[in-house]
């Protein structure tokens, strides 16, 4: 199949609507998302059936924008790629109901993702094809995998979260704080300016449960924190943390997260004797943990592999690159490709 196959890709696994075209496996003509952080804000939370709504409103005007960009009308697109799992439900549906009836009217292969498969592929765009084997970190709002991979398509997840991910632990901990989702900016901020070690919160199982994580215990020193000092600032500013004591909190307790991926992630490549770490994920957004991996990868005489922050949230750019690779050895799905919301069927 060649290489230079145009593939529109769809991703609206969660609460961001994401359509990309590519020309082979690298070039990005056009990558658009939206995100619905805002409309869910009064819910305090995403609310599965609004995000479903949302995406049906704007999925097509998201295409037709695409194409647009992309210098391009349908007929120009040889293959649709969709993320089909893990996700909610009714997200998912939305994009491979449009993937599907493009496919079918265009009479063109489609060609389901794995959505947290494909997060590592934000560095094959930015790099080109990464050497086997390699670690892959994935760290997002819903994720946190330790992946080895042999080749494409060859891989095995050999650490995970045993509850939450650490993208969600740092967006819940921003909450506590009064911050808006996402939270992961903000605590970014805060870590870029304040040291990091003010204060000493838990770094959850650092030496335990080989290279599993666990950000619960973490979240919950958090509210305890937070509850035991809110007495004692109560009176400066209606029981909300004023923001240079903000600061050096949001800053200490990033540096928990950091230290913990930091070592689980380049522990795993030791013990598997892996030379080269790829990151990815929306919290890679992050530049504190960007330049933390670069500085530890230095160190341990590693080849780091880190995408730049655009491609690091949520896109259907790393989702088309990953299919731009199945097309080329034509593994295609046919229209009876399901939906599920979980990371393995
Ligand atoms: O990959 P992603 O967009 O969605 C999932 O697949 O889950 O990741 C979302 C996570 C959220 O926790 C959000 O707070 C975090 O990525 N995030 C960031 C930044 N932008 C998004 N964290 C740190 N710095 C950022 N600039
Ligand atoms: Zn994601």
């Known amino acids: 199949m060649q290489t230079s196959a145009i593939g529109l890709g769809l991703d609206t696994t969660f609460d961001d609507t994401s359509v990309a075209i590519m020309r082979g496996k690298r070039e990005i003509l056009a990558n658009l998302t939206l995100s619905q952080y805002q409309d869910h804000e009064e819910f305090g939370g995403v609310v599965p059936e609004r995000a479903s709504r949302k995406h049906l409103e704007v999925i097509n005007q998201l295409m037709t924008f695409a194409l647009q960009k992309a210098h391009l009308d349908f007929s120009g697109i040889d293959y649709i790629a969709v993320s089909n799992h893990p996700g909610l439900l009714g997200s998912l549906l939305v994009g491979l109901t449009v993937a599907k009836s493009l496919a079918y009217s265009l009479q063109c292969p489609i060609i389901g993702v794995n959505h947290v498969e494909a997060h590592p592929y934000a560095n094959v765009i930015t790099y080109g094809e990464l050497p086997f084997p390699i670690l892959h970190l994935v760290v997002a709002g819903g994720h946190t995998l330790l992946i080895e991979a042999k080749a494409h398509f060859d891989y095995k997840i050999i650490g995970r979260t045993l509850d939450d991910a650490a993208g969600e632990c740092v967006d819940k901990v921003a909450k506590m704080f009064g911050h808006q989702m996402p939270g992961g900016p903000v605590v970014d901020q805060a870590a870029l300016m304040y040291p990091g070690d003010i ?147």
């Open 199 to 345: 204060y000493d919160f838990p770094r959850p199982l650092l030496n335990k449960n080989g290279n599993n994580f666990s950000f619960s215990g973490l979240k919950t020193a958090m509210l305890r924190f937070r509850e035991k000092h809110l007495e004692n600032i109560s009176s400066k500013e209606n029981g909300k943390m004023q923001k240079l004591e903000e600061g050096p909190v949001l800053s200490s307790f990033f540096q928990s997260v950091v230290d913990v991926l930091i070592h689980k992630t380049f522990k795993a490549a030791e013990t598997r004797g892996l030379k080269n770490i790829s990151v990815s994920g929306g919290l890679a957004a992050s530049q504190k943990l960007r330049s933390a991996f670069e500085e530890e990868a230095a160190r341990e005489g590693k080849k780091l592999f880190y995408p730049p922050a655009n491609l690091c949230t949520d896109n259907a750019a790393m989702v088309t690159c990953l299919a731009a690779h199945r097309y080329e050895l034509e593994h295609f799905d046919d229209l009876t490709l399901d939906a599920f919301p979980n990371l393995i069927s």
